[in-house]
């Protein structure tokens, strides 16, 4: 029987500017399996609008020769149809889950794709395709943010700004499980009520709303005035909201968003904060603070562990102990819903106006075959 060639997939259009945000699904052609290469029929993709700066994603995906267009999901779940001759870990009919490197040109939102061994790893068989495809690229960016940023200790507090997101959830449930003490925050009572019911004991969930949006009292409260051993941020407002800068038409959205210097006021003495914003500007003020603190500030990209080949074995072991962790459910996946192929197109014009107006939204698509 003949390999597929092609492959029906759904890409997000940056060409003009990076930022025309244009979604579209094409007929694509799919690379030639290497010696090392597998072919994977996608059972489950996480569907999501990537948060990468636009100006990275053109320093990544430039190519004179390609389409600058960035794949609707890129965490994977499904089946290998095929193997390069050098594949020894995996054979056909194997399940597996991974990431799809961004630099591959290729979209989760498929009916196949064309990986390399070591981007995958062996889906537990008491793990459906859609929890193994909805928490991958979560759980990687929080084990990134945790135990390589982080340097997480037993014992250390954490503070996990916007808890109830799906990356706040699988970042509060790894922190718990390696011993640290959480703290979060949320923004609603819907967001609150999630958290309360979440199988994890958190020390506090500080509620920033429109009444109450101090982040460093409730902070400091908890811990005695000694302040937070990690901060882990989705967003933080650039700007005072009272500022001159400030954009009105984002106050809704970022209304929200604690400020650069709440962030670093809740911090310890050696403490850290992982951010996940690549624009982040820190004025001299907020680098003293930094300073005096003897504090540390990481920059969280996950994609890096895809994109350096340096880091393969490493990464191989990440995936594993993720999945181990989900097997066992030590980490539950919050996944919003799911949609058929058919209707993954809608769903991501849908997301793709959300992100726009520069407000968080997930979800995923389990394809139906």
């Known amino acids: 029987m003949s390999r597929k060639r092609t492959a029906k997939s759904i890409f997000v259009d940056i060409r003009k500017g990076c930022n025309s945000g244009q979604v579209q699904a094409r007929e694509v052609e799919l690379p030639e399996l290497g010696r090392n290469g597998l ?3 996608v059972k489950a993709c996480g569907l999501s609008i990537s948060k990468i700066e636009s100006t990275a994603l053109c320093q990544i995906l430039s190519n004179p020769n390609k389409n600058l267009g ?17 594949v020894t870990t995996l054979s056909k009919g194997d399940h597996v889950v991974g990431i799809i490197p961004l630099d591959y040109g290729q979209s989760g939102c498929a009916d196949y794709v064309a990986l390399q061994e070591f981007d995958v790893v062996i889906k537990p068989h008491g793990v459906s395709f859609v929890d193994a495809a909805g928490c991958i690229g ?6 990134t ?12 507090t954490v503070l996990v700004l916007d808890g109830a997101s799906s990356f706040g959830s699988i970042c509060i449930q790894l922190a718990h499980h390696w011993g640290a003490k959480v703290l979060t925050t949320s923004s609603s009572e819907d967001e609150k009520l ?3 019911n979440m199988e994890v004991e ?16 409730a902070a400091m409260l908890e811990t005695g005035n000694l302040g937070v051993d990690i901060v882990v941020d989705q967003g933080i407002a650039q700007y005072p909201q009272s500022s001159s800068i400030y954009d009105n038409r984002l106050q809704n959205s970022l209304n929200l968003l604690p400020s650069k210097h709440d962030v670093i006021s809740c911090l310890a003495v050696g403490g850290r904060w992982i951010t996940s914003n690549s624009n982040l500007q820190l004025d001299p003020p907020n680098s003293r603070l930094m ?8 920059f969280l990209f996950e994609q890096a562990w895809m994109l350096s080949s340096a880091q393969q074995g490493r990464y191989q072991h990440i995936l594993m ?9 030590t980490i539950r996946p919050n996944i919003h819903h799911t949609v058929s192929f058919d209707g993954a197109l809608e769903v991501i014009k849908a997301l793709e106006e959300v992100r726009k107006l520069r407000i968080d939204s997930a979800c995923e698509v389990d394809f139906a075959y």
């Open 138 to 143: 979560d759980s990687v960016k929080a084990y």
């Open 39 to 41: 072919l994977i029929q």
């Open 70 to 86: 960035v794949g609707a999901g890129h965490e994977v779940a499904g089946t290998v149809v095929a193997t390069g001759d050098d």
């Open 321 to 329: 102990d993720i999945m181990e962790k989900v097997a066992t459910k």
């Open 291 to 298: 300073y005096l603190r003897c504090a540390s500030l990481g």
């Open 202 to 217: 958190l020390a506090q969930i500080i509620e920033l709303n429109e009444k109450n949006s101090s982040l460093k009292s």
């Open 194 to 196: 999630y958290l309360q």
């Open 145 to 156: 943010a945790l135990h390589y940023l982080g340097k997480l200790s037993s014992g250390d």
